[in-house]
């Protein structure tokens, strides 16, 4: 049994609609309202068409300030963050010292000596502390700042009519700012694929905050979405989540967890030369070895394929389905598969075989399913 140490402000406006509180990253997270497929559906389609309001709040928020801020996170992450200037952000990973993957981050530039960085449930944490050590840096666990996810196509109109400016907005930035007289952070970033924004509010102003933005944006579909429904959200927009998509989840025959980024399809988060990061002679020695790769399968007709559902070539096991999904808006059925690098190309014809025996034809194909350019998700304001 997992154990909640962290609690959000908004506990209460969850348990109000339902909300059943599981443990996430050490939060409790409000990860149902409604166990019914009716509800799935419409929290989806609210974030594809409209907008959906999230309480992503078990994120951990970590604050690093002084002069070796920058070296700190320079040495824990992949990205060369001499490139990040102030009112910006990027999405980075961790790696321990065998250059397997550990965590993954958004990486703010608050200021010129002042970062925020943003993690999930792996061991990120950590290693900024080993970085941080002997260094002029203090580093903050910030709990009491709250993030609330507003994502979908309407969430640029709705933000606009009280936030000027919000449309010149590009694609990772931040801008600092009031919304209904309370100071907030809004990012223009998010876990699903859309258009989106993250809105970064004192713990304080937090239920204020969620309580007006539902009020004041359901005239246009603005609605609360349950935590579960990123999963369908991020797989037709090829977004990991860790540990589920990871070999921490699904495990190598008699190997220790971990796999690359080459594996994994993120290493277009190491900056380019950039050296002396944790992990990075052994994730560039890595390159070329990869034991599995990261890519999408079509499925057909309407029943997706169950978490861990087995993948068949010619009648052998060869991989594995992290997690999948029928879309009625977009007609597909999709998921994410740990395969063999030989069939990690387009057309590879499998067959999935989910819990109860049922088996399914399928095809590889690239990832994202949805928004194959992202000009959606990066799109300014």
């Known amino acids: ?84 200037m102030p009112g910006r952000a990027t999405y980075a990973c961790f790696l321990n010292d065998e250059g397997k993957f550990i965590d993954d981050c958004v990486i703010y530039r608050l200021s010129v000596n002042h970062w925020m960085v943003v993690h999930g449930t792996g061991t990120g944490h950590e290693s900024l502390v080993m970085a941080a050590q002997g260094k002029s840096v203090a580093m903050i666990f910030d709990d009491d700042l709250h993030d609330l996810s507003l994502q979908g196509p309407v969430a640029v109109d709705f933000l606009a009519e009280h936030v000027p400016g919000i449309r010149d907005l590009a694609y990772f930035g931040i801008v600092q700012t009031k919304l209904f007289g309370m100071p907030v952070m809004i990012s223009r970033t998010g876990y699903t694929g859309e258009r989106g924004y993250e809105l970064f509010v004192e713990a304080r102003h937090a239920v204020a905050m969620w309580d007006a933005i539902l009020e004041k944006g359901k005239d246009m579909g603005i609605r609360p979405v349950q935590f579960s429904t990123l999963d369908l959200l991020r797989t037709e927009s090829y977004l990991l989540f860790y540990p589920g998509d990871n070999s921490e989840t699904f495990p190598f025959p008699d190997e220790p967890a971990g796999d690359t980024l080459w594996e994994l399809g993120l290493d277009f988060t190491v900056s380019p030369d950039k050296t002396g990061f944790r992990g990075a002679e052994n994730h560039y020695a890595a390159k070329g070895r990869e034991r599995f790769k990261i890519y999408g399968v079509r499925l057909e007709g309407k029943t997706p394929a169950d978490i861990g559902a087995k993948l068949l070539k010619d009648g052998k096991e060869v991989g594995v389905v992290t997690f999948g999904m029928y879309s009625s808006l977009n007609e597909h059925n999709v998921g994410i598969a740990r395969i063999p690098v030989d ?34 998700r990066t799109a300014k304001g």
Not at 3 to 13: N, V
């Open 343 to 376: 069939c990690a190309v387009p057309g590879t014809k499998l067959t999935v075989v989910n819990d109860d025996g049922t088996e399914i034809p399928c095809t590889t194909d690239e990832m994202p399913f949805y928004d194959k350019d992202k000009k959606i």
């Open 1 to 84: 049994m997992a154990i909640i140490y962290r609690t959000s402000a908004l506990a209460q406006r969850h348990a109000e609609i339902g909300g059943e509180l599981e443990d996430w990253n050490g939060m409790g997270t409000a990860w149902f309202y409604d166990h019914s497929p009716e509800r799935a559906e419409a929290d989806y389609l609210a974030v594809r068409t409209k907008a959906g309001l999230m309480d992503v709040s078990g994120l951990k928020k970590v604050h690093l300030v002084g002069p070796h801020a920058a070296s700190v996170i320079d040495r824990a992450t992949t990205r060369n963050v001499d490139k990040i």
